[in-house]
């Protein structure tokens, strides 16, 4: 039996980050298929392509490969064309069974109704589940039926959407074999790439956006010794970079130091991207995280808005987590700060009061996010309780609540454009705010109400040689804009210190974004 494993990954086309050559979720699922009496027979055709690729190039390579199964691992950035894709596969192949599986899809999924050419839908942690239906097919003695497989749903004999009931999620990880140990990912094909790895899965939040293995707030882990073989691979082969796939990989802080002494005595070259709780981040995680050669550590701070920290649910130490960041920030471990906008319990005003705190934080990147409507979320749940409207379509932007109005929520999209393609001036920003009188979110809103048209055509991240262009002009446009602004500005060191990181930023465009996308 022959099975396609699509992957259409998210990409910035221009952005000269590493690209990924296999599909993390298709690895521990052909991982875990190992464990099968059927795996010999089984051949796994990973076809990996970006969200830019056409839809007819990706229908002709899949069907080339003349496979019995198309399996499809779904997420915002992917789910609308992989629907095209699969309705244009089953037009001209009637025989191909498609699976489709990932965080976009719930037990009350319609797709396989309103999109008849899927046939099987896989809810939640999917190792487990896709044997079962991989089994099933290659078994020509097989007694079972997919109503028998739990986790699944499929159109029964009256078309009906079936769901067979939540499969339980796989208590001891370890059952799970190493897709790098294994082999199955080709680690010398990977210097100059990007790797991913996990090492725990589970969170003991339950954010309110956030759809992560919703339901499971247990922790579990894969062993240590396992993690530690793993890294060692992994860094021999040189990959360009290694992110840590767990959302709060500082959760265990006795296991996180762990992990990156490990990284620390293997690493060459590579370095690590990692998201972490702020308000656990010790001397020790933050020293330990600079030496194993740390790129990004991206921390979720979302809102400083009580009530909205309050329905969002995430509890924390504020006063940890500011006293956190400034010791990282010090010792000059690279911080992206996330913020999001539109988030129940906050408002338009109380969003820029969030920002003013956090822009003035000497990161060199911050990264603001539009709240997202994610399918299993609390959120996406109670929207008639918050007014909320949505984008339908992936990836589910809020278009207006009780708390924010539709022109507040398109303000802020161009505000966020705005702050994002500046972001190469931000730290100067900060250090002119010191000796300068003047408010962060009010030159941003000025000077979009002075540019309000300009700023429709910027982008962030760019994607083609036009926003290129365009982002070019924008550095341009607001750096004249705010230095015109400061006339109180006596310093002509930050002033050239300004006008240098503006030009670096134009050359660093201009020189890396020459050629189209293929």
Request: neutral net charge; charged residues 25%.
């Amino acid at each position: 039996m022959k099975i396609v494993c699509l992957g259409i990954n998210s990409e910035d086309n221009l952005s000269g980050v590493p690209k990924w050559e296999y599909s993390f979720a298709f690895a521990y699922l052909q991982a875990y298929y190992t464990t099968s009496k059927f795996y010999k027979q089984t051949e796994f055709i990973n076809l990996i392509y970006y969200e830019n690729i056409q839809v007819d190039s990706v229908i002709d390579d899949i069907l080339a490969n003349q496979a019995d199964i198309l399996s499809v691992s779904c997420y915002i950035w992917n789910i609308e064309k992989t629907l095209l894709i699969v309705d244009g596969i089953r037009k001209r192949d009637n025989a191909i069974k498609i699976i489709l599986g990932g965080p976009e899809f719930s037990d009350n999924s319609g797709v396989v109704v309103e999109h008849s050419s899927v046939d099987i839908i896989v809810v939640g942690e999917g190792e487990t589940t896709f044997k079962d239906i991989l089994d099933l097919y290659n078994d020509e003695n097989r007694t079972t039926e997919l109503a028998d497989i739990k986790g699944i749903i499929y159109k029964d004999e009256s078309g009906q959407s079936t769901f067979t009931g939540k499969r339980e999620n796989i208590v001891d990880l370890n059952t799970i074999p190493s897709p790098y140990l294994l082999g199955i990912v080709d680690l010398s094909k990977m210097e100059n790439r990007l790797v991913a790895i996990e090492t725990q899965r589970g969170c003991f939040s339950d954010c309110a956006y956030c759809n992560y293995q919703k339901g499971n707030k247990k922790l579990r882990f894969f062993d240590m010794d396992r993690v530690e073989k793993e890294l060692a691979l992994i860094l021999k082969n040189r990959p360009k970079q290694l992110y840590l796939m767990d959302p709060t990989f500082n959760s265990n802080k006795k296991r996180a130091k762990d992990i990156l002494t490990c990284i620390i005595k293997n690493n060459h070259k590579t370095t690590i991207n990692a998201e972490m709780l702020p308000d656990t981040m010790d001397e020790g995680i933050i020293d330990l995280s600079k030496a194993a050669g740390m790129r990004t550590v991206e921390v979720g701070i979302q809102s400083l808005t009580p009530e909205a920290v309050k329905i969002m649910g995430r509890y924390r130490n504020e006063d940890r987590l500011f006293k956190n960041l400034d010791l990282a920030i010090k010792k000059d471990l690279y911080i992206i700060p996330q913020i999001i906008f539109g988030l129940p319990g906050d408002n338009f005003n109380s969003f820029l009061e969030t920002f003013d705190t956090i822009y003035d934080l000497p990161t060199e990147e911050l990264d603001i996010l539009i709240l997202l409507l994610l399918p299993q979320t609390r959120y996406r749940n109670e929207v008639e309780k918050y007014g909320i409207k949505f984008n339908k379509i992936a990836p589910y932007e809020i278009i207006e609540s009780k708390s924010f109005s539709k022109n507040e929520i398109e303000t802020l999209l161009q505000f966020k454009k705005i702050v994002l393609v500046t972001q190469p001036m931000k730290v100067i920003i900060g250090k002119i705010k010191r000796f300068a009188s003047f408010s962060y979110h009010k030159m941003f809103l000025n000077y979009l109400k002075e540019f309000g048209t300009q700023c429709q055509n910027y982008c962030w991240p760019i994607h083609s040689l036009a926003d290129k262009e365009n982002a070019i002009q924008a550095i341009e446009s607001f750096y004249e804009y705010f230095l015109n602004r400061i006339t109180d500005l006596k310093d002509e060191n930050l002033k050239n210190e300004l006008y240098r990181c503006k030009r670096n930023a134009q050359f660093m465009l201009a020189a890396r974004y020459m050629k189209l996308p293929k």
